[in-house]
C-alpha cells in the first residue's frame, strides 16, 4: 500500500520539492490549498496532476479536520505559513494567527482525526533572532526579533508540547535559510538573482536592498526537504537544526552573483533605508551535527555558490522568454 502523505504550503517553494520528493518516493500525496481569486501554481505547474489537491486555509480548524479525514494520512507536513518575515510587521496579526496559531489548528486537526500519523511542523532559524550563542543548534535560547518570529516560536513549543502532552509522533524542524529558483520573488536572494538577470539583459538599471550586513546560513531547498522527510523516518518525533553551517552576507551574495555575469555590485545596488527592519537578525550560523549523525543527512551537497549561481541561470533563463 502506498504511504499517503498531507502536506500544507504545497504550493510554496519547499511544499513544491516536497511533494516532488514523496511522489518519487511512491506517495499518494494530498496537497492542502487556499481557494485564491487567481491561482498562481508556478512552483507544482509540472506535478499538479499527481497531487490530490483539497481546500483549506489554516485558519479553518473544520477545513483541516476534513482535509485529514480525506487524506488519511501517514505523515503530515505542516509548511504553510505566512513565510515572509518583512511583512509579519505590517501584518502581525494575521502572521501570529496563521503562522503562530494555525499550528495549534493542524496540531488539533492532527491529534484528534489521525494521532496515529507522524507530524512535521517547519520551524525556524528566525526564533533565534537576536545573538545569543553562535553557532547556533538545538539547546541555544530562542530570542525571536519580528511577529513572525514570535509567532514561529509560538508552533515550535505548540508542537513540542503535543509530543509531550499526547505521546505524538511530532517533528519540528528548526531550518535555516534555503533558497532555489522556485523562492518567492521577495526574499532577498531572489530579489538579487532576478535583477542581476534583469540587469545583465538590459531591463533594469539598478538594485535596491535593505541591510547589506546581515549574515545567513543559506541551503538549497531541494536538499532541505529530504531532511523534513528523513526526520518522519526515525523512531520517535524529536527537534533538529538543518543548516549548512556556514554564513555569507547579503553584501557577499550580491558580490558572487554580479561578478557571476560579469558585473561588479557597487555598479548598481543601491542602500534604501525602506527595506531597513525594525529590528535586525544580525548573524545566523547553524550547527547541524544533529541531523548528520541521528538522520544521516548531508549539509554539503550543494554549495554557496553553486546555489547563488543556479539561481542567477533560472533567472536569466525565465527573463529571456519574457523578453523574446
Ligand atoms: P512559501 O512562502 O514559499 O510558502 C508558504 C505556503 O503557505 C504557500 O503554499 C501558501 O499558499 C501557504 N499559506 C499561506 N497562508 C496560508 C493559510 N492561511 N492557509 C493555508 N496555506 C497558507 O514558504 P517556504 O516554502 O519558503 O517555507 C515553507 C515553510 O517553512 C514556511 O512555514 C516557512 O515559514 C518555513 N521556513 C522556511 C524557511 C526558508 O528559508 N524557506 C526557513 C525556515 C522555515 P499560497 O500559495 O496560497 O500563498
Ligand atoms: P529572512 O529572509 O528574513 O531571513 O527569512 P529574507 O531573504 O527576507 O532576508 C534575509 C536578510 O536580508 C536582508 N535584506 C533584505 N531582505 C529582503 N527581503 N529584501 C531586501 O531588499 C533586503 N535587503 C537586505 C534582511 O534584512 C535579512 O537580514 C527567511 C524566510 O524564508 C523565513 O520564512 C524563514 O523562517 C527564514 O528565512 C529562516
Given at each position: 500500500?502506498?504511504?499517503?502523505a498531507l502536506v500544507t504550503g504545497v504550493t510554496g517553494q519547499d511544499g513544491s520539492y516536497l511533494a516532488e520528493l514523496l511522489l518519487?518516493?511512491?506517495y499518494?500525496v494530498y496537497g492542502l490549498r487556499r481557494r485564491t481569486s487567481t491561482p498562481i501554481t508556478t512552483n507544482i505547474e509540472h506535478i499538479k496532476n499527481e497531487i490530490e489537491f483539497i481546500d483549506g486555509d489554516l485558519l479553518d480548524?473544520?477545513s483541516l479536520?476534513?482535509a485529514?479525514?480525506i487524506a488519511?494520512p501517514?505523515?503530515i507536513y505542516n509548511l504553510a505559513a505566512q513565510s515572509f518575515?518583512?511583512s509579519?510587521?505590517?501584518?502581525?496579526?494575521l502572521?501570529?494567527?496563521v503562522t503562530?496559531?494555525g499550528?495549534?489548528?493542524m496540531?488539533?486537526?492532527?491529534?484528534?482525526?489521525?494521532?496515529?500519523?507522524?507530524?512535521y511542523?517547519a520551524?525556524?532559524?528566525?526564533?533565534?533572532?537576536?545573538?545569543?550563542?553562535?553557532?547556533?543548534?538545538?539547546?541555544?535560547?530562542?530570542?525571536?526579533?519580528?511577529?513572525?518570529?514570535?509567532?514561529?516560536?509560538?508552533?515550535?513549543?505548540?508542537?513540542?508540547?503535543?509530543?509531550?502532552?499526547?505521546?505524538?509522533?511530532?517533528?519540528?524542524?528548526?531550518?535555516?535559510?534555503h533558497e532555489s529558483p522556485r523562492r518567492g520573488i521577495e526574499f532577498?536572494?531572489r530579489?538579487?538573482?532576478?535583477?542581476?538577470?534583469?540587469?545583465?539583459?538590459?531591463?533594469?538599471?539598478?538594485?535596491?536592498?535593505?541591510?547589506?550586513?546581515?549574515?545567513?546560513?543559506?541551503?538549497?531547498a531541494k536538499?532541505y526537504v529530504?531532511?523534513m522527510?528523513?526526520?518522519?523516518?526515525?523512531?520517535?518525533?524529536?527537534?533538529?537544526?538543518?543548516?549548512?553551517?556556514?554564513?555569507?552576507?547579503?553584501?557577499?551574495?550580491?558580490?558572487?552573483?554580479?561578478?557571476?555575469?560579469?558585473?561588479?555590485?557597487?555598479?548598481?545596488?543601491?542602500?534604501?533605508?525602506?527595506?531597513?527592519?525594525?529590528?535586525?537578525?544580525?548573524?545566523?550560523?547553524?550547527?547541524?551535527?544533529?541531523?548528520?549523525?541521528?538522520?544521516?543527512?548531508?549539509?554539503?551537497?550543494?554549495?554557496?555558490?553553486?546555489?547563488?549561481?543556479?539561481?542567477?541561470?533560472s533567472?536569466?533563463?525565465r527573463?529571456?522568454?519574457?523578453?523574446?
Amino acid at each position: 500500500m502506498a504511504k499517503r502523505a498531507l502536506v500544507t504550503g504545497v504550493t510554496g517553494q519547499d511544499g513544491s520539492y516536497l511533494a516532488e520528493l514523496l511522489l518519487e518516493k511512491g506517495y499518494k500525496v494530498y496537497g492542502l490549498r487556499r481557494r485564491t481569486s487567481t491561482p498562481i501554481t508556478t512552483n507544482i505547474e509540472h506535478i499538479k496532476n499527481e497531487i490530490e489537491f483539497i481546500d483549506g486555509d489554516l485558519l479553518d480548524v473544520s477545513s483541516l479536520i476534513n482535509a485529514n479525514r480525506i487524506a488519511k494520512p501517514d505523515e503530515i507536513y505542516n509548511l504553510a505559513a505566512q513565510s515572509f518575515v518583512g511583512s509579519s510587521w505590517e501584518q502581525p496579526l494575521l502572521t501570529g494567527q496563521v503562522t503562530g496559531l494555525g499550528v495549534t489548528n493542524m496540531l488539533e486537526a492532527y491529534r484528534l482525526t489521525s494521532p496515529e500519523a507522524k507530524f512535521y511542523q517547519a520551524s525556524s532559524s528566525e526564533m533565534f533572532g537576536k545573538v545569543v550563542e553562535v553557532p547556533q543548534k538545538e539547546s541555544t535560547p530562542f530570542y525571536p526579533r519580528s511577529p513572525y518570529g514570535v509567532a514561529k516560536l509560538y508552533g515550535h513549543w505548540a508542537t513540542v508540547n503535543h509530543r509531550e502532552s499526547y505521546d505524538l509522533y511530532a517533528c519540528s524542524g528548526i531550518l535555516f535559510n534555503h533558497e532555489s529558483p522556485r523562492r518567492g520573488i521577495e526574499f532577498v536572494t531572489r530579489k538579487i538573482t532576478d535583477a542581476v538577470a534583469r540587469i545583465k539583459l538590459g531591463v533594469q538599471q539598478e538594485l535596491r536592498l535593505g541591510n547589506l550586513d546581515a549574515k545567513r546560513d543559506w541551503g538549497f531547498a531541494k536538499d532541505y526537504v529530504e531532511c523534513m522527510w528523513l526526520m518522519l523516518q526515525q523512531e520517535s518525533g524529536d527537534d533538529y537544526v538543518i543548516a549548512t553551517g556556514e554564513t555569507y552576507s547579503v553584501r557577499e551574495f550580491c558580490k558572487i552573483a554580479f561578478e557571476y555575469v560579469g558585473l561588479n555590485y557597487e555598479d548598481y545596488v543601491v542602500v534604501d533605508p525602506k527595506f531597513f527592519r525594525a529590528a535586525e537578525v544580525d548573524l545566523l550560523i547553524g550547527d547541524p551535527q544533529k541531523s548528520i549523525s541521528k538522520l544521516g543527512w548531508n549539509p554539503r551537497k550543494t554549495s554557496f555558490e553553486k546555489l547563488v549561481k543556479m539561481m542567477v541561470d533560472s533567472d536569466i533563463a525565465r527573463i529571456e522568454k519574457e523578453i523574446r
